[in-house]
Structures are given as structure tokens and as C-alpha cells.
């Protein structure tokens, strides 16, 4: 049986720390935050992918959240963050 080539985590770069506050927040304000959160770090991203910062040979980038232990991380913060993620289109 042939086993599928996995392709190695190159390199992490924390680009966003946690913030406690923000990820706790609820409703529309917790998913506006998760969002604007999302977009900010995709942006960083893709001005580090442009301007020569990191050299990503497919273009494909895994993005994570970063929680601080004992946060309660909102549904709608993670809503908001998951979906900005997703839905990011790099310029």
C-alpha cells in the first residue's frame, strides 16, 4: 500500500498574540471583533508573502488562533475569525 507524502510545518510565526477580552466577546460584537482580528493578520500575511518576508511555494498558508488557557472563546468571536480566514482573497 503507498503511503501519501505529508509535507512538513516549515516554520511557525506568531504574528498575533491572544487577546483575552476580545476572544470572550459575544454576539454581533464578538463576531465583528473575530473578524477584524482575522483580516488584520491575513493582511500581515500577505504583505510578508509579498514583499519577499516568507517565500510560500504553493501560496497556501495554515493560519491558527492563538488562546490563552482558561479564555472561553466566544462561538461568535470564532464564527467571525474562522470565517474572515476562509474567505480571504490575498491582493
Do not use: F
Not at 488562546?67 to 464564527?79: E, F, M, Q
Request: with cysteine; proline share 2%.
Amino acid at each position: 500500500m503507498a503511503r501519501a507524502q505529508v509535507v512538513g510545518l516549515a516554520r511557525v510565526a506568531p504574528l498575533q498574540g491572544a487577546d483575552r477580552a476580545r476572544q470572550e466577546t459575544t454576539g454581533n460584537d464578538g463576531y465583528d471583533l473575530g473578524m477584524a482580528d482575522a483580516k488584520a493578520l491575513c493582511d500581515r500575511l500577505s504583505t510578508c508573502v509579498t514583499m519577499g518576508e516568507m517565500d510560500i511555494e504553493h501560496r497556501l498558508v495554515y493560519v491558527y488562533l492563538d488562546v490563552d488557557p482558561g479564555t472561553h472563546l466566544s462561538t461568535d468571536y470564532w464564527a467571525g475569525w474562522a470565517s474572515a480566514v476562509y474567505d480571504y482573497l490575498e491582493a
